[in-house]
């Protein structure tokens, strides 16, 4: 993981707080509807395994940072809208408002920008086991791809480098929000085990680096 960099200190030490927070009250989880009061972590017998192909045609390279459009994994055969989303009105991290879409966060770097954005899914929605758009998260490996999309219909494409699976309580934000020279993701959702009135007690964590 990359370390702060210095004249960007203040932004990651105040994004660490809002993001640390909002984990901390099961920021993906809040409307989540348990089938049981402990429901363990389990593939849905409906959910196949999805499989890369040639669905997605790469477009134009973004000349310039932006605000994200879209998120593109060709592997999970997911094409996502983004919701730009910041903190509510008790510096919590707002979530994405549906379980189709990706939360990015203003606060952390638009892509291009040499730096780190930092996105957010609902793993399910409605009742624990429901997928929604980062259901597949887990699959992604080193070298899959991820592409962002502009509203100009450009995109920068990042190759997966290494994931994550931390328990909540001990999960290290400094390095989940660090910024670093590289142009770089990081990809947050729910994991492990559901608690009724705790959320889940991980948070999978996927770091992907601007591809050559």
């Known amino acids: 993981m990359p370390r702060l960099t210095s004249g960007r200190v203040t932004l990651a030490v105040a994004a660490l707080a809002v993001l640390t927070l909002g984990l901390a ?29 040639s669905w997605w045609r790469p477009l134009p390279p973004a ?28 510096n919590v991290m707002e979530e994405p408002d549906r379980p189709t879409d990706v939360a990015w966060y203003r606060f952390t770097a638009r892509p291009g920008a040499g730096s780190n954005a930092v996105f957010a ?14 259901w597949h998260l887990d699959q992604l490996v080193a070298g899959d ?29 400094d390095r989940v929000l660090a910024t670093d020279p590289r142009d770089e993701v990081t990809l947050i959702t729910s994991a492990g085990s559901y608690d009724r009135g705790v959320g889940y007690d991980h948070r999978l964590v996927v770091r992907a680096v601007r591809a050559a």
Do not use: C
Not at 63 to 90: H, M, S, W, Y
Not at 121 to 134: M, T
Not at 148 to 172: A, G, H, M
């Open 63 to 90: 000349t310039a940072p932006f605000v994200p459009a879209e998120l593109v994994i060709e592997k999970l055969r997911l094409q996502a809208p983004i919701e730009v989303k910041g903190v509510d009105a008790n």
């Open 121 to 134: 899914g609902h793993r399910d929605f409605g009742q624990v086991g429901s997928p929604a758009i980062f």
């Open 145 to 173: 791809l991820v592409d962002v999309v502009s509203r100009q219909q450009t995109e920068i494409r990042y190759r997966v480098t290494q994931t994550w699976d931390y328990e909540l309580r001990t999960i290290p934000m």
């Open 25 to 53: 009250v099961g920021l993906l989880g809040a409307h989540l509807q348990p089938r049981a009061p402990v429901h363990e972590r389990r593939p849905a017998a409906a959910q196949p395994t999805p499989a890369a192909d």
